[in-house]
């Protein structure tokens, strides 16, 4: 596989992992008034888990194949930035209230990382 093709399979799977992220952060709250179904899963602490999980290999590995390059410096600060804010939201008790805007921030932040990568890729 060609190693421009993959990274830009890794960034857009990247910005679809953001995106869902984003989706059950803000949308389902909101869905939850129309159906109960939707409340069970706005709840559900395993799905945040998880999306952290599968954002985590993704995105280490675009940072990895972009150590050699000194002009990625923003793109790997902010994905790392990214991440943190979801982990701490996923994974740190303490962190409980602040949960729905940490992983909106950090959804963001990976979002726009990999789509400026995506979009400047040569």
Same mark, same amino acid.
């Given at each position: 596989?060609?190693?421009?093709?993959?990274? +830009?399979?890794?960034?857009?799977? /990247?910005?679809?992992?953001?995106?869902?992220? &984003?989706?059950?952060? &803000?949308?389902?709250?909101?869905?939850?008034?129309?159906?109960?179904?939707?409340?069970? &899963?706005?709840?559900?602490? %395993?799905?945040?888990?998880?999306?952290?999980?599968? /954002?985590?290999?993704?995105?280490?590995?675009?940072? %990895?194949?972009? +150590?050699?390059?000194?002009?990625?410096?923003?793109?790997?600060?902010?994905?790392?930035?990214?991440?943190? +804010?979801?982990?701490?939201?996923?994974?740190?008790?303490? &962190?409980?209230?602040?949960?729905?805007?940490?992983?909106?921030?950090?959804?963001?932040?990976?979002?726009?990382? $990999?789509?400026?990568?995506? /979009?400047? $890729?040569?």
């Amino acid at each position: 596989m060609n190693t421009s093709a993959s990274t +830009l399979r890794l960034d857009a799977s /990247a910005i679809g992992l953001s995106g869902l992220c &984003l989706i059950h952060c &803000l949308a389902l709250p909101v869905l939850t008034a129309v159906s109960p179904i939707a409340g069970v &899963l706005a709840e559900a602490e %395993w799905i945040h888990k998880l999306l952290v999980v599968l /954002a985590l290999p993704v995105s280490g590995l675009v940072i %990895w194949t972009n +150590l050699n390059t000194e002009r990625n410096i923003l793109f790997i600060g902010c994905v790392a930035a990214g991440l943190a +804010l979801l982990l701490g939201a996923a994974f740190i008790e303490a &962190l409980q209230d602040f949960e729905a805007p940490l992983t909106v921030a950090g959804a963001g932040l990976l979002s726009f990382a $990999h789509g400026y990568r995506f /979009a400047t $890729h040569r």
